[in-house]
């Protein structure tokens, strides 16, 4: 039985991940069928890694929104980029490992929004 509560913990971090990274690749208007591809290629590696730790569960928003960044860097070029600023540049996620994550401007040390909020 405690196994199966692990899991279920594990999918709905996994699933509320996965939506609040969708929301703001959508938020951006870079919500296409490739880049929604790159991030369930994320959920899915990012599932291995909380199954081995399930403490993780709380850091995989971040997790996979950083993953997901990376892969588009590699693909598309910067994500986020900072409508604050004049300047382009991404925004970092912070904390890196930690709960709680937002998106923040490094460049004036602000949070601009929480990880699924860059639309609001």
Known sequence: MEG????RTIEVALHDARARV??????????????VSLLEE???KRRWWVQQW?????Y?????????????????????LCTVCDEPH?????????PDPH???EALG????PVGALGG
């Open 4 to 7: 199966q509560a692990d899991n």
């Open 22 to 35: 969708l929301a703001d690749l959508a938020a951006r208007a870079v919500a296409q069928a490739e880049v």
């Open 42 to 44: 994320a959920v899915s």
């Open 54 to 58: 399930p403490d993780g569960a709380a």
């Open 60 to 80: 995989v928003a971040g997790l996979l929104a950083q993953d997901v960044q990376d892969a588009l860097m590699e693909t598309q070029g910067r994500w986020p």
């Open 90 to 98: 991404a925004l970092a996620v912070e904390p890196e490992l930690g």
């Open 103 to 105: 998106w923040v401007c």
């Open 110 to 113: 602000e949070a601009i929004a």
